[in-house]
């Protein structure tokens, strides 16, 4: 066999593992961020006047923030950041928190209703849909006994 017919073989038999190999690491990681349909709850007036709204930490490259903030026991917050989402589009966030009882994690909406995913043990990563076309500020609502720092990013 002549070198240039090895060099093809060998360069065709390499593209195809690579090709394989992207296929299940790509399946995979899709899996891990299957988006979910949110919990939602419409706040009362009182409710939206006492969100604390948080300056947004820092906006990286494609509009991924990182979030580093300590949330009160019981507090819901909503970041500065507005964006605008269509119906069928998504929110992802990769969060840690210090405490390990339950947050509500997602956004709300400029028709006053949070759409949430409930997570607990100090983590959470996950893909929220959006179910309604409209303006959305990402909301984290401390559901622990004590202050929490919570840390990491979301993509909005």
């Known amino acids: 066999m002549t070198f240039v017919k090895r060099c093809i073989i060998t360069g065709s038999f390499a593209l195809a593992l690579l ?87 997602g956004a709300v909406g400029s028709d006053g209703t949070f759409y949430y995913l409930t997570d607990s043990g100090g983590s959470s990563t996950r893909t929220m849909n959006i179910t309604q076309t409209q303006d959305y500020q990402f909301a984290i609502q401390n559901l622990d006994n004590v202050n929490v720092v919570f840390s990491g990013w979301r993509d909005m």
């Open 19 to 105: 090709f394989v190999l992207n296929m299940g690491f790509s399946n995979n990681v899709n899996a891990m961020y299957d988006s979910e349909n949110p919990s939602s709850v419409k706040l009362t007036q009182e409710e939206l006047e006492e969100l604390v709204i948080l300056d947004d930490d820092q906006i990286l490259p494609d509009d991924v923030l990182n979030i580093s903030q300590n949330i009160q026991s019981g507090q819901r917050v909503v970041f500065s950041t507005v964006a605008s989402k269509i119906e069928g589009s998504t929110i992802n966030w990769n969060l840690t928190w210090t405490g390990v009882n339950d947050a509500r994690i």
